[in-house]
Nanobody, 119 residues
Framework: QVHLVESGGGLVQAGGSMRLSCAAS????????MGWFRQAPGKEREFVAG????????ILANSVKGRSTISRDNAKNTVYLQMDSLKPEDTAVYYC????????????WGQGTQVTVSS
């Protein structure tokens, strides 16, 4: 079993930045990739960013590309999502997820952290 805990959410002004962290514990040797998803009120959960744990390959959704970075610290079993130039439409609950495959299926999920971007 893998346990994920997100941190770093909160209220941010439009144009500002935030960094979310996700710490993994448990059977982390099973993890091959980790990702960030978000769900805004009344909308489906959407993929934001992903990172293949051991080779460092990353992918970003078009909606955040150019203003976001996903990175990891293997020694800390932690993945980060840095987002800059935040927009009100970035407001959502952000979830961290882990997969034993390449970018999915995501079998393990964190509890989510709220990010609110004020205009």
């Amino acid at each position: 079993q893998v346990h994920l805990v997100e941190s770093g959410g909160g209220l941010v002004q439009a144009g500002g930045s935030m960094r979310l962290s996700c710490a993994a514990s448990g059977r982390t040797s099973n993890i091959n990739s980790m990702g960030w998803f978000r769900q805004a009120p009344g909308k489906e959960r959407e993929f934001v960013a992903g990172s293949r744990w051991r080779i460092g390959q990353t992918i970003l959704a078009n909606s955040v590309k150019g203003r976001s970075t996903i990175s990891r610290d293997n020694a800390k079993n932690t993945v980060y999502l840095q987002m800059d130039s935040l927009k009100p439409e970035d407001t959502a609950v952000y979830y961290c997820a882990a997969s034993e495959g390449d970018y999915g299926p995501y079998n393990y999920w964190g509890q989510g952290t709220q990010v609110t971007v004020s205009s």
